[in-house]
């Protein structure tokens, strides 16, 4: 069976040209040609059937043949907040693996200990655009720009909240096993700091903002490591919890 090549289209239903970038890898590395069919995806629950009206050097043109209005794959809204590393690769590798996994936000936060106070998410989004294309998720995840801790604590969100750190002065429970309580909300945010971890003050601080203390295993985990870890649990309990 050949396989399904999908192609990112922002408001596909209102379009009939694929942007620049991919109609140069339909054109150039598929090959596409007037006829052949294609699969678009809206990033926002949609995929398309279509074929493609006019391959031309730099530009590939649609006709949409059938909308394919995609199920989500879980319950409620999936949530990472991440210090960045020093070294962008390692969360280029991290954004790329916890959207195949699935997420819906991922924000990226200041710490007193981060080693990285900027980032640019420009390379970020096309990478997980093109980690969406390749695991077949039918909504794109939102990549916030850089917060500040305190910023972010105090933002309103629906459902349970974390802080994973290592501190063992501070009572913890492990993430998964907090993620399989019953709750009225499935919406999760996990909040995971740099490689120097949060400070003691800052993971006081967003206790009594309502964060759960929690950690990750016994393993003491590389920041990019923990982030997916992350994402894995709040994927996995979701699939026992729509089990039992």
């Known amino acids: 069976m050949k396989e399904i090549r999908f192609f990112y289209v922002p408001e596909a239903a209102q379009q009939q040209e694929l942007p620049q970038e991919e109609a140069l890898h339909a054109m150039r590395v598929l090959r596409l040609k007037d006829g052949d069919e294609m699969y678009l995806m809206d990033g926002v629950g949609n995929f398309y059937r279509a074929r493609v009206t006019l391959a031309a050097a ?30 962008i690769d390692r969360i280029e590798w991290m954004v790329e693996k916890v959207v195949e996994v699935g997420v819906d936000e991922v924000t990226f936060v200041d710490c007193q200990f981060s080693e990285r106070r900027q980032i640019k998410c420009t390379r970020l989004e096309k990478i997980a655009v093109s980690a969406m294309k390749q695991s077949h998720k039918a909504w794109k ?3 916030n720009d850089m917060m500040s801790f305190k910023h972010f604590i105090q933002q309103p969100f629906t ?46 601080t967003a206790i009594d903002a309502g964060f759960i203390s929690v950690d990750l295993g016994k393993s003491r985990l590389r920041t990019e490591t923990a982030g997916l870890s992350a994402v894995m649990m709040m994927q996995l309990s979701q699939e026992m919890n729509n089990n039992k």
């Open 159 to 204: 459902g349970r909240k974390y802080i994973a750190h290592c501190y063992e002065e501070i009572p913890r429970t492990y993430l998964f096993d907090e993620l399989r309580k019953p709750s009225d909300s499935p919406d999760a945010v996990v909040m995971i700091g740099p490689e120097g971890d949060f400070s003691v003050q800052e993971v006081q």
């Open 58 to 87: 730099h530009h590939c043109y649609y006709e949409i043949e059938e909308t394919l209005p995609q199920a989500p794959q879980w319950k409620g809204r999936l949530h990472l907040a991440i210090a960045p590393t020093k070294m």
């Open 141 to 143: 995840p939102v990549l």
